[in-house]
């Protein structure tokens, strides 16, 4: 009796499971996901002005990789040459030296951009591969890169004086020492007054700059003014951040907005090149501004002003070992976090046991469920340089609620991705 009995229960939970692997099987919306995607490798993209790729970490080395196979794959099949980082826009000139040819090495060269996150051998591979480019490129053809954040002193002073010395050394010689203040070492713990007074002889500097424009431009080119322009307003937007009351990540996003739209139009005055390729957090290149704290981010600012011409991929992944600074001790650790629930865009992205995904929204659009999918709000992972061990069992505090299909025009999915090969200390 107890071995029917048993045999009885086994054949019930055969035929459970069985029922529950091709229920599973026949789900409309997990079939339909399935054939909508295609390897990273063989993704097309559409022909547009900007497109920007957003990294659902700042700490894994897949997403560093994923930025030089998008942007590899917009300089070979589309002639796409300028590379914009959310990084330090003085550091993105260091790094544009290099990669055209200039002295020091690729690990150099990351640290310069001027944030933890991309001191990293995967950046540094982006750099070297950067640099090996150019050296068989054409002067016309050759590859740049831009950083478009503000918040860093040195690398942009070291840029606006260095022009500023070639053409008016006594005013070069008053600034430099009125701006010693606002430099790197004490960006985080400066008396508002102090940078309010750094303000204010920036803006004092730009002033007699634009007043003498043509005869400095007479002195060296209208380019190189206009850089050094822009070394002088990434010099004030970090002291306006730092010294008055205002909304610093709103206002961050805004100038992140305003800065790719000057490389766009710097980099089709004096090169002709009419397209950009763009890499941040996804809570910067998304076009819907959910990042907590943020009126307008970057990427809403960037679809408002060019269109259906800004094309936003966001990135997501299952599971992941990432790095991030302990939000207590603000020291780097390793973490982990693991999306779940039937609800998450992760969830249906990691039963269809692919490595990674790209999904073009657009090309899904032919599939009911997959456009009805995409259109409900759901988190999507959006982990900073800032992490606690407790924020990974609580959704809301690494994740994003958005609509996918409004916030990108496409995903690149991630099964596991693994924390980033940080450079050894110099």
Not at 109 to 129: D, P, Q, V
Not at 181 to 204: C, F, M, R, W
């Amino acid at each position: 009796m107890k071995k029917k009995l048993l045999i009885a229960i086994c054949s019930l939970l055969m035929m459970s499971m069985l029922t529950g692997f091709h229920s599973q099987q026949a789900n409309p919306l997990q079939q339909s996901l399935q054939s909508s995607l295609v390897p990273v490798a063989k993704m097309e993209l559409p022909k547009k002005t900007i497109i920007g790729f957003g990294e659902a970490t700042h700490g894994n080395k897949q997403f560093t990789t994923l930025k030089l196979d998008v942007f590899k794959h917009l300089v070979e099949q589309q002639g796409f040459r300028v590379f914009a980082i959310e990084g330090d826009f003085g550091g993105g000139q260091k790094v544009n030296e290099y990669i055209g040819g200039g002295s020091g090495t690729a690990e150099e060269a990351a640290r310069a951009i001027g944030f933890t996150i991309y001191n990293t051998k995967e950046m540094a591979e982006l750099l070297s591969w950067m640099r090996s480019y150019n050296e068989q490129a054409t002067a016309g053809n050759k590859v740049h890169f831009y950083g478009f954040d503000m918040q860093r002193y040195d690398q942009n002073k070291n840029g606006l004086f260095t022009y500023m010395k070639k053409v008016d050394p006594p005013l070069a010689a008053k600034y430099e020492s009125a701006l010693a203040n606002l430099n790197d070492k004490t960006v985080y713990d400066q008396k508002p007054a102090i940078v309010q007074e750094g303000l204010s002889h920036i803006s004092s500097l730009m002033k007699q700059m634009h007043e003498n424009k043509s005869a400095y431009i007479a002195k060296s080119s209208e380019k190189d003014f206009d850089l050094a322009v822009a070394f002088a307003e990434s010099i004030k937007q970090n002291a306006t951040l730092r010294g008055m009351n205002i909304n610093y990540s709103s206002t961050r996003d805004y100038y992140m907005a305003e800065k790719v739209k000057w490389i766009l139009s710097f980099e089709k005055k004096y090169d002709g090149r009419q397209n950009l390729f763009i890499a941040g957090h996804n809570g910067h290149i998304e076009k819907t501004s959910t990042t907590m704290g943020i009126v307008t981010c970057m990427g809403a600012h960037l679809a408002k002003a060019f269109g259906d011409e800004y094309y936003a991929i966001g990135s997501e992944f299952y599971e992941s070992k990432f790095l991030a600074n302990d939000a207590t001790t603000n020291e780097q650790k390793e973490f982990y976090v693991k999306n779940s629930g039937n609800h998450r865009l992760a969830t249906l992205f990691a039963n269809t046991k692919w490595t990674d995904g790209f999904l073009d929204f657009t090309k899904a659009k032919h599939d009911e469920a997959v456009t009805a999918y995409l259109n409900r709000p759901q988190p999507v992972s959006a982990i900073g340089a800032v992490f606690s061990g407790w924020y990974g069992s609580i959704e809301k505090m690494y994740t994003l609620q958005m609509i996918p299909a409004k916030a990108f025009d496409a995903l690149i999915f991630v099964r596991t991705a693994t924390p980033s090969t940080m450079l050894t200390n110099r």
